[in-house]
């Protein structure tokens, strides 16, 4: 699960990783208000409005409708109103967006923490998730803070360092100063960095999270460490030890598909293709996707019925398929272990009489407990449902419906 900015920092500061300091707001009107708090509690003056949405490249995005940046400086407590009218209720692209973007309900009014001091600040970045190849956790970081990651890595990939821990032993002291070093800090710098480090990967453990991306960490003109901005994500399979953290779900920012899925207890993912896919079990849908893109077809989403494919679901599953004007086709394919085979395909009937007019070719494929009878059912059912035994005919059925 994805949360946003202010979610995010209020996690890493519960944990002790020091953050710059902000408010969020819903209005103009608020943002003002919310300014004048942070203020009175940071002494800041110049102020940073922050777009609220699941995205980065925010500062570099633009708001479709009045043309401002999803990040911009507030010089003053009198300027934060047009600022954050300039954000809020437009609509954000950036490049990690659809064409249309992101609408943006919410801004966060932050600190300025680029004052002057003794020395320059720097920005690093650094991220903290778990690399399944090798089964540990991994710290990513680099002194090229505040820029695509991902163009650093490209050209520059002697600049990404990564530090790999043992979960089973976690992050070791040396650990956290052999980051320190890396990114060149010394003196007291050197100190805050440690605790910084420590304090983070406390975080990505306590929450049960799968990444946190802190881009640009800053070091502070006086030597402080802190986060300037987070993208977090946490394992949804572990919610339920943090009913508080499953409350920061923004389902506005979800793709309604896949929310209207997941409160009936499907698995659904969106895609770009043309191919509706309704299966039972991951892999199954894995493989079901490969041959209809092997066919010819492109896939149009990810769609798990589970292991309970009753009559009802099914019918669920159809109309939730069936709202993506991009499908001109559907695939069944249905392994009957602990569901039966002719339950399924009786659910297949019901769905399509009590739907009506799909206008769309179905095919079904049922294999395992009672697939003749099931077979047999879908044949003798008078409805436009092609069957098909074999994987491959179903894929070439659906490459012939297709053409």
């Known amino acids: 699960m994805n949360i946003h900015e202010y979610q995010g920092k209020s996690i890493l500061e519960s944990f002790g990783v020091a953050i710059q300091q ?28 922050k777009a609220q949405i699941h995205a980065g ?25 047009e600022k954050a009218k300039g954000i809020l209720g437009g609509h954000l692209v950036t490049a990690q967006t659809s064409e249309k973007g992101k609408m943006v309900n919410k801004v966060l009014i932050a600190q300025d923490v680029y004052y002057p001091g003794a020395s320059e600040p720097n920005e690093f ?10 089964g540990s956790v991994v710290i990513m970081y680099s002194t090229e803070g505040g820029m695509n990651i991902e163009e650093v890595a490209e050209k520059t990939p002697h600049l990404i360092h990564k530090e790999v821990i043992d979960p089973a032993v976690g992050l070791m002291p040396f650990q956290a100063r052999r980051v320190a070093f890396n990114l060149g800090l010394s003196g007291q710098a050197f100190k805050e960095m440690t605790k910084f480090v420590t304090a983070l990967f406390k975080a990505y453990q306590g929450c049960d999270a799968t990444l946190f991306e802190i881009n640009p960490v800053l ?4 030597d402080k460490i802190i986060a300037v901005d987070a993208k977090v994500s946490l394992d949804g399979n572990a919610l339920y030890r943090h009913p508080d953290y499953l409350a920061m779900r923004d389902k506005s920012e ?52 589970g292991g309970t494919a009753d009559a009802k679901r099914v019918e669920t599953a159809f109309r939730m398929i069936l709202k993506d004007s991009s499908v001109k086709c559907i695939l069944v394919n249905i392994f009957g272990g602990i569901v039966r085979c002719d339950r399924v395909a009786q659910g297949v009937v019901d769905a399509y009489n ?15 407990t009672n697939a003749e009878e099931a077979k047999k059912l879908i044949d003798e059912s008078g409805l436009k449902v092609h069957s098909a035994v074999m994987l491959q005919e179903a894929a070439d059925l659906v490459k012939k419906l297709l053409a």
């Open 22 to 49: 902000g408010r969020v707001a819903s209005s103009p009107e608020e943002a003002v208000a919310q300014a004048k708090e942070l203020n009175k509690a940071t002494g800041t003056e110049w102020f940073v409005v």
């Open 254 to 305: 979800e793709d309604p598909a896949e929310v209207e899925a997941d409160e009936v207890g499907l698995n659904y993912v969106k895609l770009e293709g043309n191919v509706g896919c309704m299966v039972n079990g991951a892999g199954l849908a894995m493989a079901t996707m490969d041959i209809i893109q092997l066919s010819g077809g492109k896939p149009a989403n990810f769609l798990d019925v």
């Open 57 to 81: 490249g925010r500062g570099k995005g633009t708001v479709t409708e009045t043309g401002s940046h999803g990040v911009v400086i507030a010089k003053g407590i009198d300027f934060v109103a």
């Open 354 to 368: 009590n739907i009506g007019d799909i206008k769309v070719p179905i095919i079904v494929r049922l294999q395992g």
């Open 125 to 134: 970045y650094m991220s903290v998730l778990l690399d399944r190849s090798s």
């Open 219 to 222: 070091k502070t003109s006086d």
